[in-house]
Structure formats: structure tokens, C-alpha cells
């Protein structure tokens, strides 16, 4: 006869330390009080927060460095146990400071942005040196980075993307979440491996652009377990966004939309035939592309047949990235004949005739833009601005635009 074992804990860690070994980073310690774990949970909460979980370890462990802390900042930790019969009650918690940055840490090329209208006080941002980076937007004149979590890997950011407690980085050969239950505080929480161009937030799915492979539809219900809900649809492209409830693709030769309902099992809608397709943004009645050197809108109102209603030709100019506010649309873009980078700013009030109201330079790549009301006399447009780092840029009159604040370092 084998004897049975009662998966049990007897008591919970005990003795948890927590030491700033340096600005971003803080060693934990603990004893295994258990003979039947098979894993832990650390968790930290910002001194305005709450509790967050950054990691689950293997079983016996009783050490673990938090490498995505920030300077200057008050963390308070526990730990509990974890078996198949459940979870021991939490250790006590245990608190600790990280000191100062003492020089400022350099951007490095900022080439992807985000914005959410649940937050309004701040912004994202991400670069190949830093990984995601959460920027203070209080005051339009002064942004400041104020928290960063890394990639996964070493790789050129293609995009970001902003939903709730949801960040989304895809990285080319990974896709990096982050949760951002805390702003001042953000994990990363998993990592899948699909090489993305770029992503698409519906709810608690995540939409990833494979540029090999088609669309890939994960559940991130849990995002520290994201899992792959369909097979892959055989639609490939650079960039895809939200219009009218569906997921349109800027694909090599069309636009091609895509219903996600249910999620588990999206389905193809109709296309437009274009030239390459390069950038796409969508409202709830059209989608805007830019495609043959011209701004183009559809009207995506029968999805199964969208239907190309204006466009405007934009000459020697290349778009680098669509972002629509209200009845503007806020353009990224690339002069090459002047080697010069800024933002454009269109009249789409009447779609079937888009206007070029205004345009106005920045000092970097503007590689990405992403615009937001803030208020009523506060529209604002956020800019990858490539080296110059992260640039605000006041759209309130669409026709006088003007840079207002811009960041570097954190």
C-alpha cells in the first residue's frame, strides 16, 4: 500500500528582507517554512498602490531580485506559498527605498507611442535602450518619464499599444506585456513568442499582426498567461487598427478587414484594393490609410464591402503614422527631398474631401504619434520623436499647431 501525502503548508514564509541594491533594483530574501511547495508568489505595491504580482518562482525558492523597480521610490513586498491544495497565508511585509538616479538616463530613440483616455495623466512610450516607458503629462509644457520596465530581448520596438492595465510591445521577434495596474510601476508580466509588426487591443483579446504567418488571436484575460484562441488568419501587413468594431490590416495590396467576433474564431470581411498600404487608423464609421504616396478614406460602414470615399494626394511626402482625433486625422511623416520629420494635421469633416490644414517640424524621427483630448481646450498630439526622445504637441487649434514640451532622459 503507498501512502498518501496531504498537500499542505504548515506555516507561511517568514523572515522576508527587502534591500535597494541600486535605483531600479531590489534583492528579496526569505525562508521555506514548507516541505510540500511547488512554487512562490512575490508581490509589491507602490506606497500609492495596491498589491501587484511581479513573479512566480519554482519551488524551494527563497530569493529574488526586482529589476524593474524605479528610482527614489517607497516599496512595500510579500510572499506566499503556493501547491496544488492552494496558497499559504502572506508573509509579512516588508518595506524598502530605492535611492536616486544620480544622472539622468538617456531615452535612447523613441519609436513607438500610446496614449489612453482612462488615464490622461499620463503616456507611453517605447525605445530599443529602454523598453517601455511611462511619461507624467500633467502639465503639456513638462512631461517627465517617471517609470520604465525592459524588453525581453534586444530588439527595434515596432509599435505600442494601451488598454486599461494592458501595455502591448511588439518587438519583431517577441510580444512583450506589461501590466499597468500601477502606472508609477509597471511589469512585465509575459512575453510571447510570435514575430509581430504590430498588435490590436479588443477587450481581453490581443490581436498580433504576424509578418510571416497572418493574424493570431491570444486571450489575456490572465496576462500573465496569455493564450492562442484561433488559428491564424492567413492575412499578412504592417499595421492594423480598430474601425467600426472591426480589425482593418494595411496589407501588401489591399486593406482587408477582419470580424473578431466570436474572438476565438475571426473571420475575413471585405478589402480594398490598394498599392502597398503602409499605415492604417480607424474611427467608428471609416478607416484612413496611407497608400500610393496618398491619404486615403473608406468607409467601412458595411464591412463586407468598404468602399474608398475620398483621398488626397500627399507628393514627395511618406506617412509614417495615423492617429485620428474627432474630425482630424494627425499624421507622422517624412519629407525626403528636405531630410525633414513633423506632424500633419487633416481636415476629415467631410470625408470625401480631406483638406491639409497644417503642419508643424520636431527635431527628431517622429517615428509614431498618438492624439488625445485631454479637455475641451486641450487637444495634444504625442510624438516618437526618434532620438529627440518624446515630443507634445499642442493640436488645440488644428491649424496652428505647436510643440510644447519634450522629454529625453528619465
Known amino acids: 500500500m503507498v501512502d498518501s501525502v ?11 528582507l527587502a534591500q535597494a541594491t541600486s535605483a531600479t533594483e531590489v534583492d528579496l530574501t526569505w525562508s521555506d517554512n514548507s516541505d510540500y511547495d511547488s512554487g512562490y508568489e512575490v508581490e509589491r505595491r507602490a506606497a500609492s498602490g495596491s498589491f501587484q504580482r511581479i513573479a512566480t518562482l519554482a519551488a524551494n525558492a527563497t530569493a529574488y531580485t526586482d ?21 499559504t497565508a502572506y508573509s509579512d511585509i516588508t518595506t524598502t527605498t530605492t535611492p536616486p538616479d544620480t544622472a539622468p538616463r538617456p531615452l535612447g530613440s523613441v519609436t513607438a507611442v500610446a496614449a489612453d483616455p482612462s488615464r490622461l495623466g499620463y503616456a507611453y512610450a517605447a525605445s530599443a535602450d529602454v523598453g517601455l516607458i511611462v511619461f507624467d503629462v500633467s502639465a503639456a509644457a513638462s512631461p517627465r518619464a517617471v517609470a520604465a520596465a525592459a524588453l525581453p530581448v534586444s530588439s527595434q520596438p515596432a509599435g505600442l499599444k494601451v488598454s486599461g492595465d494592458l501595455a502591448v510591445i511588439p518587438a519583431r521577434h517577441v510580444v512583450a506585456v ?13 512575453t510571447i513568442t510570435v514575430p509581430a509588426v504590430d498588435v490590436a487591443i479588443m477587450g481581453d483579446y490581443l490581436y498580433l499582426c ?26 499578412m501587413g504592417y499595421e492594423m487598427d480598430v474601425a467600426g468594431g472591426d480589425i482593418w490590416v494595411a496589407a501588401l495590396s489591399e486593406l482587408r478587414g477582419v470580424a473578431t467576433q466570436p474572438p476565438w474564431s475571426p473571420s ?10 503602409q499605415v492604417v487608423c480607424g474611427t467608428p464609421a471609416h478607416a484612413f490609410v496611407f497608400s500610393g504616396a496618398a491619404l486615403r478614406v473608406i468607409d467601412v460602414a458595411d464591412p463586407l464591402r468598404p468602399l474608398e470615399v475620398g483621398s488626397l494626394t500627399t507628393d514627395a511626402v511618406r506617412l509614417t503614422s495615423l492617429s485620428a482625433l474627432n474630425q482630424q486625422v494627425c499624421a507622422t511623416w517624412y519629407y525626403q527631398a528636405l531630410a525633414s520629420r513633423g506632424l500633419w494635421m487633416y481636415d476629415v469633416s467631410d470625408p470625401t474631401r480631406p483638406v ?21 481646450h ?3 498630439c504625442y510624438v516618437a520623436d526618434g532620438t529627440a526622445g518624446f515630443t507634445v504637441v499642442d493640436v488645440t487649434d488644428p491649424t496652428r499647431p505647436r510643440v510644447v514640451g519634450n522629454c529625453r532622459t528619465m
Open 268 to 277: 475575413l470581411l471585405g478589402f480594398v484594393p490598394t498599392s502597398i498600404c
Open 178 to 190: 506589461y501590466d499597468l495596474g500601477e502606472p508609477t510601476a509597471p511589469v512585465r508580466v509575459a
Open 210 to 235: 504576424d509578418e510571416y504567418n497572418g493574424l493570431v488571436t491570444f486571450d489575456v484575460s490572465d496576462p500573465w498567461n496569455p493564450r492562442q484562441q484561433a488559428t491564424v488568419l492567413p492575412v
Open 67 to 87: 529589476g524593474n523597480a524605479s528610482p527614489s521610490t517607497t516599496y512595500e513586498y510579500r510572499v506566499r506559498g503556493l501547491n496544488a491544495a492552494g496558497f
Open 378 to 380: 486641450d487637444k495634444r
Open 6 to 16: 496531504i498537500l499542505t503548508f504548515d506555516l507561511p514564509p517568514t523572515g522576508l
Open 356 to 376: 491639409l490644414l497644417s503642419n508643424v517640424w520636431t527635431q527628431g524621427g517622429a517615428y509614431d504619434v498618438s492624439a488625445i483630448e485631454v479637455g475641451p
